[in-house]
């Protein structure tokens, strides 16, 4: 087993996509408009959107078009464009030349990683992530990441965000799932909002050159919209791997993940599951354990041969934490909740747990299951449970 560093991890933040026929297709651009430009599908989608961003809408930030208006040679005019996924077919190359000049491509609508790569022409959906020591100095070493197949191919999700750093260099990839509004259909401002949330902080005001989203190490992002797009939960995660040990059947892993959640509301509760999708792999540690009045919160996972993962984090407002182990099925489940005395909110807190397994073969990998629960009302006493979300998070070494 070749070894390259004692103690590594491999930070699962970033996500590529690899557009292997158009590497080379055309040369960044230097004068993009400072916005996004949004195509909308119908007459009324204007509407819908300013109706309901009123707070968030600039004029000075998006440009709105319909299908019919917009023309192909402008995509890559903006710093960014959003375009229903119907229209990734017809633009197609259009996409791919004001992907590689540096413009940030949105996708949306409800459509599969597997469409996805049919449409674009894409070879491979992940990363190849750049490997760290503990310590935080990058290697020369890198591994390559990706989601599972059955989640490529069966995963609906509603919004891709694409984009291509300077000189071809790592690319990075926001998801986006959302849940139907009280209409029973995804509205178009949900669309609009899951892409502004994720935009607005590349759109520099008074710079008519190249855009900063191409070149700014943004995280790799995973973020689920419901109760009208009025609450998310975010998460992002970091896989590590033990390089000391020496056991000639299994490699040793721990991931951490963190998850979030926002609300106009009141978010009340976290929940996640780490859970282990292969039968030869085995589920060896976890934590945090459970916890009332959590407002420091230590972690301590055992990597095997006296390799740990440590961290530590605060919590405010005390929450409870509840911890539910299982070891013969290989998967752990957290639960957060406020406290019951003088219970103060969730929002914005984010709940860092890890587990860690050992793994045979070549492929590592673990599921990462989780959801948010919204209170609203008068005294927020009557919650709204997000549906369940899963991220097949695959490792090939």
């Known amino acids: ?60 930030k998006v440009a709105l078009k319909s299908v019919q208006d917009y023309s192909k ?29 540096g413009t940030r491509i949105y996708l949306y609508g409800e459509f599969t990683i597997a469409n996805l790569k049919n449409v674009l022409g894409i070879d491979k959906f992940g990363a190849d992530v750049q490997i760290y020591e503990a ?18 191919q069966n995963d609906v999700i509603n919004v891709v965000g694409l984009s291509r750093g300077g000189n071809f260099t790592l690319d990075q990839i926001y998801l986006a799932y959302i849940e139907a509004s009280d209409q029973n259909i995804i509205e178009q401002y949900q669309y609009f909002r899951s892409i502004f949330d994720d935009v607005k902080p ?45 056991d000639p059947t299994y490699d040793y892993f721990a991931i951490k993940s963190n998850v979030w959640a926002y609300s106009t509301d009141e978010i009340s509760g976290v929940d996640v599951k780490h859970d282990l999708p292969y039968a030869s792999d085995n589920m060896l540690d976890h934590g945090p354990g459970s916890q009332t009045y959590a407002s420091s919160v230590g972690v301590s996972v055992d990597m095997s041969g006296g390799v740990s993962l440590n961290f530590s984090y605060n919590l405010d407002g005390g929450p409870t934490i509840n911890c539910s182990p299982d ?18 909110e969730l929002d914005n807190e984010v ?19 989780y959801r948010s629960i919204t209170n609203y009302g008068p005294s927020h006493q009557y919650p709204v449970f997000e549906s369940w979300r899963t991220v097949q998070v695959r490792y090939d070494y």
């Not at 959003?82 to 190359?93: R, Y």
């Open 1 to 60: 087993m070749k070894k390259y560093r004692n103690y590594i991890y491999f930070a699962a933040l970033l996500l590529s996509v690899v557009l292997l026929p158009f590497q080379n297709c055309v040369s960044a651009s230097s004068e993009r408009l400072p916005k996004l430009l949004y195509i909308y599908q119908t007459g009324n989608d204007p509407q819908n959107i300013q109706m309901n961003e009123l707070d968030s809408f600039d004029p000075n």
């Open 73 to 101: 040679n402008e995509l890559g005019n903006y710093a960014a464009v959003a375009l229903p996924f119907e229209q990734a077919a017809i633009q197609a190359k259009a996409l791919i030349k004001a992907f590689n000049s």
């Open 135 to 152: 310590d935080g100095k990058a290697t020369d070493q890198t591994a390559f990441q990706y989601l599972g197949e059955d989640q490529e």
């Open 202 to 246: 590349f759109l520099q005001e008074n710079n008519n050159s190249v855009m900063s989203i191409v070149t700014v190490k943004s995280q790799f992002n995973i973020v689920s919209y419901y109760f009208n797009s009025n609450s998310s939960t975010h998460l992002d995660y970091t896989l590590y791997r033990n390089y000391d040990e020496q």
């Open 327 to 344: 070891y013969t099925n290989d998967i752990i489940s957290w639960t957060l909740r406020e406290r019951i005395i003088f219970p103060e």
């Open 351 to 369: 709940f860092k747990t890890s587990s860690s397994w050992a793994s045979s073969g070549t492929y590592a990998g673990t599921n990462i299951i």
